[in-house]
């Protein structure tokens, strides 16, 4: 089973910037896609965005234009560049690594917008 591990996520004020990283215990050419999702409280989880093995990506209405999603093959990692913040974006982040039989997720790192 890969191990996904976020990290990057913490407290920002609105309109503030963070950076997530996803490192991955094995190659993400394994993987069809890399994504990021998030859960709010009370709230179901959510594609935020996702980049696959060519290099596409595709993105919730909610993050086009302030998100941006980067894979670093050499390193096995996954970045979720986040510009913009609102309180909206308020949610615990995960990492995926998808392929048709396989679809693992991390940990999470809490993101907090403070208004």
């Known amino acids: 089973q890969v191990q996904l591990v976020e990290s990057g996520g913490g407290l920002v004020q609105a309109g503030g910037s963070l950076r997530l990283s996803c490192a991955a215990s094995e190659n993400i050419f394994n993987f069809n896609t890399m994504g990021w999702y998030r859960q709010a409280p009370g709230k179901q989880r959510e594609l935020v965005g996702r980049?696959?093995?060519?290099?596409?990506?595709n993105y919730a209405d909610s993050a086009k234009g302030r998100f941006t999603i980067s894979r670093d093959n050499a390193k096995n990692t996954v970045h979720l560049q986040m510009n913009g913040l609102n309180s909206e974006d308020t949610a615990v982040y995960y990492c995926n690594a998808n392929i048709i039989t396989r679809n693992c997720w991390g940990q999470g790192t809490q993101v907090t917008v403070s208004s």
């Open positions: 980049i696959t093995v060519g290099g596409s990506t």
